[in-house]
C-alpha cells in the first residue's frame, strides 16, 4: 500500500525563520494533505492540494506538490513557537482512504 | 464552530474487558471514520462508514472490533476483548465534502490496556 513519508523526523528552528517539511509518497493520489497534531491532542487540518494542483498558500503556509516527484513540501514562514507540533502528510487515492506519514516533529525555539 | 468530540478522553481497561469508545460527529458530515494512533508512531486507518454501514476497513479491524451509530448522533468503536497492543489514542473524524477532502477529528480516546 502506498506511504508517505515525512522528512526531517524532526526539525529545530528559531522563532521567526522559515520550516520546510517534505513529503514523498509511492502511488497516484487524488489530493495530498497537511495536519497538525499538538502533543497528546487532536488531528488539525491545515491544508489540501490536489493532484492536479502544484502549489497552494494559505496564510503563512505554503504547500507544494510534484506529481511526477511524488513528492510534497509544507513552508510554514516566519515561525511562532505556538507552530510546534508534530505535522502529517496524508494521501488520498481513489480508494478514498487516507494514508499517513510518520510525521516531522517541529520545535521552534523562542 | 462545529467539532467531533469523543469520550473518554482516557480509559484504563484490564485486557479482556470491552471497551466502547464514543464520538459526536459534526452532525451535517455523513461519513464518519475511526484512526488510531500508537504512541510515537504513525496514524493508522481502522474503517469508514457511511448510511449506516461500514464502507471500508483495514486489516487491523478484525472480528474483535465493531462500529455502530445507535441513534443518528453517537458514533462508537467497541473492542470486544481488548489486548495489550490496542493500547493507543482512538480518532474519530468525520466528513462532509463526501469521501474526496478534508477530514476532522475528535480531540482522541487515550487506551491503556493493563
Known amino acids: 500500500s502506498q506511504q508517505g513519508e515525512e522528512d526531517p523526523q524532526a526539525l529545530s528552528i528559531q522563532e521567526g525563520e522559515n520550516a520546510t517539511m517534505n513529503c514523498s509518497y509511492k502511488?497516484?493520489?487524488?489530493?495530498l494533505q497537511w495536519y497538525r497534531q499538538n502533543s497528546g491532542r487532536g488531528l488539525v487540518h491545515l491544508i489540501l492540494?490536489?493532484?492536479n494542483e502544484r502549489e497552494k498558500h494559505s496564510g503563512r503556509l505554503r504547500v507544494t506538490l510534484d506529481t511526477s516527484k511524488k513528492s510534497s513540501s509544507l513552508l510554514i514562514t516566519a515561525s511562532r513557537a505556538a507552530d510546534t507540533a508534530s505535522y502529517f502528510c496524508?494521501?488520498?487515492?481513489?480508494?478514498?482512504?487516507?494514508?499517513w506519514g510518520a510525521g516531522t516533529k517541529l520545535i521552534i525555539k523562542p | 464552530e462545529p467539532e467531533v468530540t469523543q469520550t473518554p478522553s482516557h480509559q484504563v481497561t484490564q485486557m479482556g474487558q470491552e471497551v466502547i469508545l464514543r464520538c459526536v460527529p459534526i452532525?451535517?458530515?455523513?461519513?464518519f471514520y475511526w484512526y488510531r494512533q500508537i504512541l510515537g508512531q504513525k496514524v493508522e486507518f481502522l474503517v469508514s462508514?457511511?448510511?449506516?454501514?461500514?464502507?471500508?476497513k483495514s486489516e487491523i479491524f478484525d472480528d474483535q472490533f465493531s462500529v455502530e451509530r445507535p441513534d443518528g448522533s453517537n458514533f462508537t468503536l467497541k473492542i470486544r476483548s481488548t489486548k495489550l497492543e490496542d493500547s493507543a489514542m482512538y480518532f474519530c473524524?468525520?466528513?462532509?465534502?463526501?469521501?474526496?477532502?478534508?477530514?476532522?477529528f475528535g480531540e482522541g480516546s487515550r487506551l491503556t490496556v493493563l
Open positions: 496524508a494521501t488520498q487515492d481513489s480508494n478514498y482512504q487516507l494514508i
Open positions: 462508514f457511511y448510511n449506516n454501514e461500514i464502507s471500508e
Open positions: 452532525s451535517n458530515h455523513l461519513y
Open positions: 473524524a468525520s466528513s462532509g465534502s463526501g469521501r474526496i477532502g478534508e477530514l476532522f
Open positions: 502511488t497516484s493520489i487524488n489530493n
Open positions: 492540494i490536489r493532484s
